[in-house]
């Protein structure tokens, strides 16, 4: 990943190479933060408010806040683009992140507790539980 530029609280440009058949992020989503993506390279999937889209290089997807999403590679090819988030702060919560997988033995960790601490602290939340979800538990 390496960013591009940004302000905490105006805009984050990271660029994001990811590999061949990345698994991408749960499904998760935003109450202020809106974001869009420039596909550079490759093909980018997004599954945006339940439907999912491939996105070639020329390319991009816009999430409005309040929307589930997630994106992903599917392909046996790497693919890059550049994240645009508004506002900014998406990089801090990255880092943080990043440094909290390095510490746990295994991911997802046996203790969510930390991990749904810190995305509610960078406005990224998991999707609301469904009829389907609640009825099973």
């Known amino acids: 990943e390496e960013r591009l530029g940004?302000?905490?609280?105006?805009?984050?440009?990271?660029?994001?190479?990811?590999?061949?058949?990345?698994?991408?992020?749960?499904?998760?989503?935003?109450?202020?933060?809106?974001?869009?993506?420039?596909?550079?390279?490759?093909?980018?999937?997004?599954?945006?408010?339940?439907?999912?889209?491939?996105?070639?290089?020329?390319g991009y997807a816009r999430v409005p806040p309040g929307v589930v999403h997630r994106f992903s590679n599917p392909t046996d090819q790497p693919s890059r683009f550049l994240g645009l988030a508004v506002p900014g702060g998406l990089e801090k919560y990255l880092e943080e992140l990043a440094e909290m997988m390095a510490n746990e033995p295994a991911w997802p960790p046996a203790d969510m507790t930390p991990v749904m601490a810190l995305m509610a602290a960078y406005d990224t939340f998991p999707p609301p539980a469904t009829d389907r979800d609640t009825a099973s538990a």
């Open 6 to 58: 940004g302000d905490r609280r105006r805009l984050d440009a990271p660029r994001v190479q990811r590999t061949a058949a990345f698994r991408g992020p749960p499904p998760h989503w935003h109450a202020k933060m809106e974001e869009a993506f420039f596909v550079l390279e490759g093909t980018v999937r997004f599954d945006v408010d339940g439907e999912a889209v491939d996105v070639q290089a020329g």
